[in-house]
Structures are given as structure tokens and as C-alpha cells.
């Protein structure tokens, strides 16, 4: 028996233009009085944001992520080398709390949404031959999606693409326990005894926390080379003997699909 667990954005879906448009509103909610800034997210910034995403964890993250890209007070290089501290540094000085950032995160989602959900569906777009590989695991085998995403956003663009998956096979920010912790509780369910788990995710840091814990050291990990990733991550992905680049077709090659 396979368990496969997909994490979310990076992996399924590209939601990076979504999330800059949404963290362009945050940014215009906390900082109304910008100068010159325009009400709609100029191409540039889009882009930039979007070549710039694989620093980020978590949704909420998208905010500080912004105002750095669109003040000019940190380029490419210092936010791909340090974000973590540039974020932190944005959020204390402005003294913003992280509760808060995710609260206004999701419900911004939740007003474009219901302005129009036909738009920010579109600005969601599933990978190529991502929903074919997921439906195909879900008619064999067991199939949990661990993200940070909240639960909520992940049902509705999988309904979009007519994927039927239970709400108790979806943990998102929600759960609030880690991916590693998830996988934890997922080993030590009696159902699962004896299967080989599978976890692919776009995000190295995370495949690195998975890899060091000795009650994960069964879980096969594979790292999205399609996702939110550079390609020093995947070398050091590869480098590390314990996980695997995949292609999206290695990757349903490897798991029987």
C-alpha cells in the first residue's frame, strides 16, 4: 500500500500570480496613503513578485514580501539570501503582528473571491498534468495534501478541477502542526501499517526538516523541480542522497502512476 501526500502551491498549483494580487491589496490596506501607488498591481511588480516567490512559507508572507519589492528596500539577491530577516525586520518596525497578517491574508482571499470567483479562479492555474497525475493517485491509492495554504482556498480549486478529495484528506494552516508533524500522525495510524509514504514538495527547507527526524526516516521525499524552488535548492536537493528531483512525469514514473 501507497500513501501519497502532495503539498499544495508549488507542487499542484501555480498560485503565485493570485498571491501577488492579493498581497497588493494587503499592502494598500496597511499603507492607504503610498505615494503614487496605483489601485491595480502593476505587471513589473507581478513578475518580480512571482520570480521572487520561493522565499516565502506562508501565505501571509506575501504581504512584507511586497511592500520590500515595491519600496525598493531590499533587491533580488539580499530577499533570496535573507528573507526571513528582512521580513521580520519589515513586521517589527511597522509593528505588525503575524495573527494579524494571516487574518487579513484570508480575508481578502475571501472578498475577491466573492467579487468575483470565476476571476481569482483564473488566476489559479494547476501545473500541466498535475490534476491528471492526482486523480490518478486518488483512484489507487490513499492521498492527503499537507500545505499552508488554508483549507478552505485548497477545496475550492480542487472542486474547480473536479477533484473530489474529503476534507479530513486536506491539512492546511488550519491544523496547525508542522508537515513533518503531520506525517508524524499519519505514520502511526493503525490503517496505514506496513505502507510506503510518499511526500513531494516544492520547498527544500521543508523536505530538509522531514529528512532529519528518525521517526520519518521511512518517507520517500521528492522535490518539485517544477515549483517555487531556484537551482541551488535542487542541487542541494540532490545532493543530500535522501531526496529525489523529480519531473512531474519522473515523479508519476517513480510512484507507480
Known amino acids: 500500500m501507497d500513501v501519497l501526500c502532495f503539498d499544495f502551491d508549488g507542487v499542484l498549483c501555480d498560485s503565485a500570480p493570485e498571491t501577488a494580487a492579493t498581497a497588493w491589496q494587503g499592502c494598500r490596506e496597511l499603507w492607504p496613503g503610498a505615494a503614487g501607488a496605483p489601485a491595480a498591481l ?3 511588480l ?94 489507487r491509492q490513499a492521498v492527503f495534501i499537507l500545505t499552508t495554504k488554508q483549507e478552505r482556498f485548497a477545496a475550492l480549486l480542487l472542486r474547480q478541477q473536479g477533484i473530489a478529495l474529503p476534507g479530513e484528506r486536506i491539512y492546511g494552516l488550519e491544523a496547525g502542526r508542522s508537515k513533518p508533524e503531520l506525517l508524524a500522525g499519519l505514520l502511526a495510524r493503525a490503517e496505514f501499517g506496513g505502507a510506503t509514504f510518499h511526500f513531494i514538495e516544492d520547498r527544500l527547507d521543508t523536505l ?5 527526524r528518525a521517526a520519518l526516516r521511512a518517507v520517500r521525499l521528492y522535490l518539485a523541480d517544477w515549483g517555487y524552488n531556484i537551482a541551488a535548492q535542487r542541487r ?6 535522501r531526496i529525489q528531483v523529480v519531473s512531474l512525469a519522473a515523479f508519476r514514473k517513480a510512484v507507480g502512476l
Not at 519589492?69 to 539570501?81: C, F, K, R, S, V
Not at 530538509?208 to 532529519?212: A, C, E, I, R, W
Open 236 to 241: 542541494d536537493a540532490a545532493a543530500t542522497g
Open 46 to 139: 507581478q513578475q518580480r513578485f512571482c520570480r521572487l516567490r520561493p522565499v516565502m512559507h506562508t501565505g501571509f508572507e506575501a504581504i512584507p514580501l511586497m511592500r520590500l519589492i515595491e519600496t525598493g528596500q531590499a533587491g533580488d539577491e539580499a530577499i533570496l539570501a535573507d528573507f526571513p530577516a528582512l521580513r521580520d525586520a519589515l513586521i517589527a518596525r511597522e509593528r505588525l503582528r503575524t495573527a494579524d497578517l494571516q487574518q487579513r491574508f484570508g480575508a481578502i482571499r475571501d472578498r475577491l473571491i466573492a467579487a468575483d470567483e470565476a476571476a481569482w479562479l483564473r488566476w489559479n492555474v494547476f501545473y500541466p498534468g498535475a490534476a491528471e497525475v492526482l486523480r490518478a493517485a486518488i483512484a
Open 42 to 44: 502593476p505587471q513589473a
Open 208 to 212: 530538509l526538516d522531514v529528512s532529519q
